[in-house]
């Protein structure tokens, strides 16, 4: 090697090492930052989430940053100890796109915690509860985002399908299904029911939306596109409530979708197939039953003196009627800093406030958190923390504040504190509930079990066909590779197997597709266009694969020789980067379980302790590999690049 070749190899070596250097620290750097706000969340009570949220697998995870990049809520997670943790735990509202995209499937989203537990129907798979043949979709089963209401309703109207085919045909006067409400999960499920060929009837108690229909104006209410049938495809990346209503109705119309509003469920009688919902214009006998009521079966109420006055109100209609008005807004939930935010740029109020319990905003959508903080900048909203409505009265509010309790005058209250779990309706409908502690929910939150089939189906045919495609090269050439070198010269075979022959030469383009095909993984992770193509858990698959074939189908290439050293010494690279990055992703989850104070991850370093015997002994193989390691990127980009640069 000439000093100029040696020149240029060393800068390519530097230049590696600098780029891996950069993104240690860069990966360090995170690392501090969200370790720092996870603790400063802890000291302040703010670790507890409101929803369905992630909980991480450490042993699992690999660091991707893929969670990270996926929530739609910015930076809600974080890298902790060298693994995903939930660090804004506050801000989380319960996307689940964090699951969905990691691509080792280390997420799990899950329901309360140890320390503030979840009122729910407990549900089988198929959305069942405890009463069977009585079937529960959307947020009454804690899935509040609408776009996973309607998946889910979907896959119900999808399973009830197959179970009441089975069945045979309903008896006259009989509907397959009973949906008991018509927001978006029970049109939903009307609408996979219709395309299924089912027979049912939809009963709102309200009007037609449900909840999202009285949802202050230009609410965001989905911010992912999904598809429903009859041409349902909602497809912007933010849909307001406005738009999704027109969708829906629109979408509902050619689906033939009719709505029986006002009709208010009393109860349930009867047993699965023969049920028949009691309301108040009288039963309706149908097979199979779905609630798709929502959570919210009436306003939460405050339960101050004066909550009866007419000046009171659970929902803000149109923000015109406040003007010139001091309107307090109780609750700084997402609704209730929407109503507000209204209020102010709509309603032409001459005050208003937003008074709320908790001693500062959290739990909320990022986007109404910044805008009510800007609001409260200029001075033209007052945000009212650690705050309790006392009592009301004709021309002024009672409050409980730090600093003790004062009347303040007021006009307006509009309560946006949410609503109370249908217990009565649930009684009577004979469903049981159950408290969830940390807990993952049965259905509906991750991939469906067709789905994980067709993904180990995907990985088996990708890598039978790429041994297929090895035996097929090496069958080919049997009578050529094995031979010496001077007698390959001879071989009838050596014009077109050698590296530049018409078979050789087209070997080395695949090897080419097989490398650059490993950077579509990296692209599908941080290219948002690429964000909802495919589970990116299939591209890893991919990723694996065609890692794994390129050494193979370059040392063919290669025609198993040395002497095209580029060839080779790309062979030899990414040998060593695909072993040195199994063994040390083991290791590197080992290291992490010794520096963990949860206990989570300890077993298998425990097992790897007492192999080896002893800390110290780990500790020193840990670090013979790392330098091992070292050593082999060191002197195989030194020889690639003297193969580049000679």
Known sequence: MDLGSLAAASAAVAASAAAGAWQVVRRRSRARAGEAALAENVALGRDLPRSLHPVFDPERCIGSLACVAACPEGDVIGMVRGHGELVHAGACIGHGRCAAECPVEAIALVFGTARRGVDLPELSPEFETSRPGVHVVGELGGMGLVRNAMRQGLEVADHLADALARLGPAPEGVVDLAIVGAGPAGIATALGARQAGLTFRVLEQDVFGGSIAHYPRRKVVMTEPVTLPYGGRLAKRRITREELLDAIARIAERGRIAVEERVRVTGLEGEDGGFSVLTERGPVRARKVVLAIGRRGTPRKLGVAG????????????????????????????????????????????????????????????????????????????????????????????????????????????????????????????????????????????????????????????????????????????????????????????????????????????ATVFLLSNFLYAARKRLALLGGAGRIRTWLHFHVFVGFMAPCVIAFHAAFQSRNLLATGTAAALFVVVSTGLVGRFLYGVVHSTRRRSGIGDARAMRLKAFLGGWRTLHASLAVFLVVAIALHIAVALWLGYGLFR
């Not at 090895?470 to 069958?475: I, R, V």
């Not at 050439?477 to 018409?502: C, D, Q, V």
């Open 307 to 510: 909550e009866e006055l007419g000046k009171v109100v659970y929902r803000l209609g149109e923000p015109e009627q406040y003007a010139g008005r001091r309107v307090l807004v109780v609750g700084a939930g997402d609704s209730g800093l929407e109503a507000a935010a209204q209020l102010v740029e709509e309603g032409g109020c001459a005050e208003v406030a937003v008074a709320f319990r908790r001693p500062e905003i959290s739990g909320v959508r990022q986007a109404n958190r910044a805008k009510a903080e800007a609001l409260a900048a200029a001075g033209r909203l007052r945000l009212l923390a650690s705050t309790e409505v006392v009592a009301i009265g004709d021309r002024d509010v009672r409050l409980r504040c730090p600093e003790g309790e004062r009347s303040v005058p007021n006009d307006d209250v509009v309560v946006c504190a949410g609503g109370e779990l249908p217990l009565d309706l649930l009684g009577r409908a004979g469903v049981s509930l159950r408290r969830f502690h940390g807990e993952a929910p049965a259905p509906g939150t991750g991939a469906s079990r067709g789905t994980r089939t067709r993904e180990r189906l995907l990985l088996a045919a990708l890598f039978a066909a790429g041994a297929a495609l090895l035996a097929a090269l090496a069958w080919h050439g049997r009578a050529y590779y094995p031979l010496e070198r001077l007698e390959r010269l001879r071989s009838p075979l050596h014009a077109a197997l050698k590296p530049a022959g018409a078979v050789g030469h087209g070997i080395g383009i695949a």
